[in-house]
């Protein structure tokens, strides 16, 4: 019991020091849950977070697409998260000079 108590609290800290390492971009705002992505919407802005990069394609009033980890994903507000390169994404805010996203792994 002691063992899963002590690997338990390991991987927690482990996760814990890479959410925090992994949101120090610019556009990138975390806590230990998860984190908050602003991209600008103009051609090739993209931000780095938790070790994967995120590159605006296109967005309308509802839904935005990404390419992520290499693979292109639309976003649209209200949708449950999408996992894309071993992350959760979801579409918080869609405005005329930029989009939001929240990320967790």
Known sequence: MKQRRAAALLVSAALGAALLTGC??????????QCTVTIQRETDASVEVLGVEA????????SVTLQVAGQQVTLEKGQQA???????LSLSSVTKSEVQVQVSR
């Open 24 to 33: 120090s971009s610019d556009g990138v705002d975390c806590n230990l849950d």
């Open 55 to 62: 590159e605006f394609v296109s967005a309308d009033d509802d």
């Open 82 to 88: 999408v996992e894309v390169g071993g992350l959760q």
